[in-house]
């Protein structure tokens, strides 16, 4: 129906793993993109999304996204995945420190004055 009405889902998760079980929807994504991910279950599973081969060599570059310039992939980056499973990296740059900041979803100071960013006492 999403076609039919010329929609786009986006579908954003922290956990590979549970977004590769679930059949029939994976079929459908076109484009996909991988962030840096830790844990060895979580670079394997977003490999297999990725159409990359599962394997130590796709972790340590899965695991290297945003590490640093001496890194394959760098700050900005991501591995990403098109509608004919071909994967490529790609980089993200905001145009202006003033987007960046509307972008940001980071706690600052609610209305109230509190600062959300301090551990609360108590």
């Given at each position: 129906?999403?076609?039919?009405?010329?929609?786009?889902?986006?579908?954003?998760?922290?956990?590979?793993?549970?977004?590769?079980?679930?059949?029939?929807?994976?079929?459908?994504?076109?484009?996909?993109?991988?962030?840096?991910?830790?844990?060895?279950?979580?670079?394997?599973?977003?490999?297999?999304?990725?159409?990359?081969?599962?394997?130590?060599?796709?972790?340590?570059?899965i695991q290297a996204i945003g590490v640093g310039f001496?890194?394959?992939?760098?700050?900005?980056?991501?591995?990403?995945?098109?509608?004919?499973?071909?994967?490529?990296?790609?980089?993200?740059?905001?145009?202006?420190?003033?987007?960046?900041?509307?972008?940001?979803?980071?706690?600052?100071?609610?209305?109230?004055?509190?600062?959300?960013?301090k551990e609360p006492q108590g």
């Amino acid at each position: 129906m999403g076609r039919a009405l010329q929609t786009a889902l986006v579908i954003d998760t922290q956990d590979p793993e549970s977004l590769a079980k679930l059949t029939g929807l994976i079929e459908q994504i076109t484009t996909m993109f991988g962030f840096q991910l830790t844990t060895s279950e979580q670079q394997d599973a977003l490999a297999a999304l990725l159409d990359l081969p599962v394997g130590e060599h796709t972790r340590a570059l899965i695991q290297a996204i945003g590490v640093g310039f001496d890194q394959e992939i760098r700050h900005g980056h991501a591995i990403m995945r098109d509608r004919r499973f071909q994967s490529a990296t790609v980089q993200f740059d905001v145009p202006s420190a003033e987007l960046l900041e509307l972008l940001s979803t980071t706690p600052k100071v609610d209305n109230g004055g509190a600062d959300l960013t301090k551990e609360p006492q108590g």
